[in-house]
Structures are given as C-alpha cells and as structure tokens.
C-alpha cells in the first residue's frame, strides 16, 4: 500500500508540474471590463473625484481620465514626445506611449505605483507618483478644475522597493509613504504646516542595509502584535513601533519569512484575535499565502497556508498563476470580512522574461469565510485578459455600493466593474 501511494503521489505532482497555470473558467457574467486605453503608460491606477462633480474619475500614468464613462482624458503632467514603433512594424508608425504588450518589447515605465488624496488641504484630489524603483516619488497638486498645469511637488528622492505604499503608520490620520531608501526601512511624512515642502525621510531600522535596495520585494504594515501602533513588514521579518519613538532609535525586528512578494497585509484572517500576515511569496515566481500567527509557550509562530499554487504545490483553492506583483485587501462583498485582490503582472520582465509569461493574465478576488477557528478563501475571476500591474486597486467607482478593480500595466488601463 505504501508503494502505491508513492506511485500515486508523484503521479500527482508531476501531473501538477506539467501544467502549473490553472486555466481560467468561463466568465461569470458577474463584471464588466473597460478598456480605457491599450497603449501603456503605468503600473498602477487610482481613483478620485478630481473635478468634484461627485463623480469617480481613474488617474494612470499621466492622465485622469473623467467619470462616469472615462471617455474624455485630461493630461495631468507633460511626458513630450513618448512614442514607440511597433516590433516588426516596417511603416514605422508612432503609437505612443512606453513599449509593453501592444509593442511586442519590453520597456518600463516612470510610474510604478500611483495613489491619490488631498496632500495639501485644499479640498482638492491631488495625485501621487511612485516612479521607477530607486527613483523620486513626488505628487501633483490639483489646479483646483482651472485650466492649468498640476504644481509638480516633491515626496522623496529616493524611493526604493518595488511595492512602496501609502499608509498611516504614525496614527496622526496623516498618509505616509512606506518604502525603503538608500538601504533603510521606514516612512517619508508629510509636514502639515508646510504642506508643499518635501516630505522628511524616518529611518526605522537603522544603518543601510545592502538587502533594502530599488528592487527589494515584499513591504507592508499592520498591528502585528497587537498593541494598537502599525508595525513594518517586509520580507525577512516584522519591525515593531515603539510606544514613545523618538525618530531615531531603530525598531526592533522580529525575524519571519514572508518570502520576497508584493504588498503585505497585517489582517486577523481566521478570526483568533491574532494578527496575521497576507501577501505573494515570489512576485515573478509564484504563490499566494497568510501566515498564520501562532504562539507556543510564550514563542510566536507563522504557519504558512498557500491560497494559490506555486510550483511546486497546489494551493488550498484549486488557483495557480504567475507573477502575483499586486495585492490589493478589502471587504469585496460587504460581509465584514477583507477579501483578497490580486491577479497575474502582465510581462514584468518582458514577453519571455518570468515563468509562464503569457500565460492567461487573470485578475481573481478571493473571497475569505470563517468557520469553526478556521479560514478559507473561494476564488472569484474577475478578468482573464488584464492582469495586474505593480498596482491593483479595489474600489467603488460608480457609486453603486459594489467594489470594483482598476487597473493599470503593460496592456493597458482597465476598470472591472461589477454588475
């Protein structure tokens, strides 16, 4: 009997082995996609009411595009000339924008990751640009619907990280910029009082450290222990907020593989009061997992549930893909209970660059359900032909009441709204 399993065992994993990517399933007839446009300008995209008409509007790359229909665009800030001629193409016919999937070669582009919000206090959407990794970070003051130029503004200089977010991690209700810079951890804060200036740099974890470079993987926060303070993830461990930091002492760092993903989320998944840790295991490889917080004798714990495959093993849902480059956590459903967004980056390194490049690029939300002490999540698609960017974000757009996903990558920007 022993033998047999074995047999059947590697007969399973090599089965697995074959084909990794799950096929999609048909369309649940449950979304709507619109194409905003094909031509690639970002990683990412956002939403606001930038013209205060009570209307959600998209911001991607350089341009905002207006709500309710996002049919007419408006240029946020000039990029000249930026154009490509399509691989093959001997006509030599200019399509604007940076080489992506439309172009048939690789390029990236100046903005990875955007958000927006009202920076400045005026009462105004403004929008905030992550550029390249180990670039500035800066946003663009809304001209207050005038027909004029956005006021470019400074953030940081050098924003490294290839998931950087925009969080409270100090509890002043004032957004910061989490990410890592010249070979630290820690938050870029704006300074209420001179809104305009550049944001100062806070250092939590001390002198550089050569793994915190431009294209480190894996940031995030969360009350991890509880306290009531928003501590730092990143892949190798957790750093803990003091109760009284005097913005120079380094946080204490609690080690734990997270692995070397996107986005992290500190988020209670199974409901036992503990915090747990959400995120992708690889961004260019595979899996998607939560680490379960445990405690033994006083020792704290993770134990790793695999939410999508990897390689080299099926995830608890029957769902495997590549490249999970974005993650997005929110209550899809209304039910209390943050759900999980996340998708295939379409081509992060190119047609041929990661595994299974151009397989299906699939955005899924997984659905979270608590029972008896235990948690499990049920896959929804969304969309098997966007995928994600660096960015992907889960928001009510048209005011229906219903989350929808918003996208911004290498095919394009894309809205996912749910009917």
């Given at each position: 009997?022993?033998?047999?399993?074995?047999?059947?065992s590697?007969?399973?994993?090599?089965?697995?082995?074959?084909?990794?990517?799950?096929?999609?399933?048909a369309?649940?007839?449950?979304?709507?996609?619109?194409?905003?446009?094909?031509?690639?300008?970002?990683?990412?995209?956002?939403?606001?009411?930038?013209?205060?008409?009570?209307?959600?509007?998209?911001?991607?790359?350089?341009?905002?595009?207006?709500?309710?229909?996002?049919?007419?665009?408006?240029?946020?800030?000039?990029?000249?000339?930026?154009?490509?001629?399509?691989?093959?193409?001997?006509?030599?016919?200019?399509?604007?924008?940076?080489?992506?999937?439309?172009?048939?070669?690789?390029?990236?582009?100046?903005?990875?990751?955007?958000?927006?919000?009202?920076?400045?206090?005026?009462?105004?959407?403004?929008?905030?640009?992550?550029?390249?990794?180990?670039?500035?970070?800066f946003?663009?003051?809304?001209p207050?619907?005038?027909?004029?130029?956005?006021?470019r503004?400074?953030?940081?200089?050098?924003?490294?990280n290839?998931s950087?977010?925009?969080?409270d991690?100090?509890?002043?209700?004032?957004?910061?910029?989490?990410?890592?810079?010249?070979?630290?951890?820690?938050?870029?804060?704006?300074?209420?009082?001179?809104?305009?200036?550049?944001?100062?740099?806070?250092?939590?974890?001390?002198?550089?450290?050569?793994?915190?470079?431009?294209?480190?993987?894996?940031?995030?926060?969360?009350?991890?222990?509880?306290?009531?303070?928003?501590?730092?993830?990143?892949?190798?461990?957790?750093?803990?907020?003091?109760?009284?930091?005097?913005?120079?002492?380094?946080?204490?760092k609690?080690?734990?593989?997270?692995?070397?993903?996107?986005?992290?989320?500190?988020y209670?998944?199974?409901?036992?009061?503990?915090?747990?840790?959400?995120?992708?295991?690889?961004?260019?490889?595979?899996?998607?997992?939560?680490?379960?917080q445990?405690?033994?004798?006083g020792?704290v714990?993770?134990?790793?549930?695999?939410?999508?495959?990897t390689?080299?093993?099926?995830?608890?849902t029957?769902?495997?893909?590549s490249?999970p480059h974005a993650?997005?956590?929110?209550?899809?459903?209304?039910?209390?209970?943050?759900?999980?967004?996340?998708?295939?980056?379409?081509?992060?390194?190119?047609?041929?660059?990661?595994?299974?490049?151009?397989?299906?690029?699939?955005?899924w939300?997984?659905?979270?359900?608590?029972?008896?002490?235990k948690?499990?999540?049920?896959?929804?698609?969304?969309?098997?032909?966007s995928?994600?960017?660096?960015?992907?974000?889960?928001?009510?757009?048209?005011g229906?009441?219903?989350?929808?996903?918003?996208?911004?990558?290498?095919?394009?920007?894309?809205?996912?709204?749910?009917?």
């Amino acid at each position: 009997m022993k033998t047999i399993a074995l047999v059947l065992s590697v007969t399973t994993v090599a089965a697995f082995a074959q084909q990794i990517s799950t096929p999609p399933p048909a369309p649940s007839g449950q979304w709507s996609k619109q194409v905003l446009t094909e031509h690639f300008w970002a990683e990412g995209a956002c939403v606001a009411d930038v013209n205060k008409d009570g209307k959600n509007d998209i911001l991607s790359g350089p341009f905002w595009y207006a709500g309710p229909d996002f049919a007419k665009r408006s240029t946020i800030y000039d990029m000249g000339d930026k154009h490509f001629v399509k691989k093959g193409d001997t006509t030599g016919t200019k399509i604007p924008g940076w080489k992506g999937f439309l172009s048939g070669e690789n390029e990236y582009s100046n903005n990875f990751v955007s958000y927006s919000a009202d920076f400045n206090g005026d009462g105004w959407a403004d929008y905030l640009v992550i550029g390249f990794p180990g670039k500035e970070t800066f946003w663009w003051e809304n001209p207050q619907g005038k027909d004029a130029p956005w006021q470019r503004r400074n953030v940081l200089a050098v924003t490294d990280n290839e998931s950087p977010m925009l969080a409270d991690i100090d509890g002043d209700k004032v957004p910061d910029l989490l990410a890592m810079s010249n070979g630290t951890l820690g938050y870029s804060k704006a300074d209420p009082k001179n809104p305009t200036a550049d944001w100062k740099w806070m250092n939590i974890s001390g002198e550089p450290n050569k793994a915190f470079q431009k294209f480190t993987h894996g940031i995030g926060y969360g009350d991890i222990n509880s306290d009531g303070r928003t501590d730092i993830l990143e892949g190798t461990g957790w750093w803990e907020q003091p109760a009284n930091w005097d913005g120079k002492t380094p946080w204490v760092k609690h080690e734990a593989m997270f692995g070397l993903g996107a986005q992290q989320f500190g988020y209670d998944v199974n409901g036992d009061g503990k915090t747990d840790v959400i995120t992708s295991l690889a961004a260019h490889a595979w899996g998607v997992a939560w680490f379960e917080q445990t405690s033994k004798d006083g020792a704290v714990g993770w134990t790793k549930h695999l939410i999508t495959g990897t390689d080299k093993a099926p995830g608890e849902t029957g769902v495997t893909f590549s490249q999970p480059h974005a993650l997005d956590l929110v209550d899809m459903n209304g039910d209390g209970i943050k759900d999980l967004v996340t998708g295939k980056r379409c081509w992060a390194h190119g047609p041929s660059g990661d595994p299974e490049s151009n397989g299906p690029f699939v955005v899924w939300w997984f659905e979270l359900k608590r029972a008896d002490g235990k948690a499990t999540y049920t896959p929804h698609l969304v969309d098997a032909d966007s995928g994600v960017g660096t960015q992907v974000m889960a928001t009510d757009v048209n005011g229906d009441g219903k989350l929808d996903v918003v996208v911004g990558n290498k095919k394009g920007v894309f809205v996912h709204t749910r009917k």
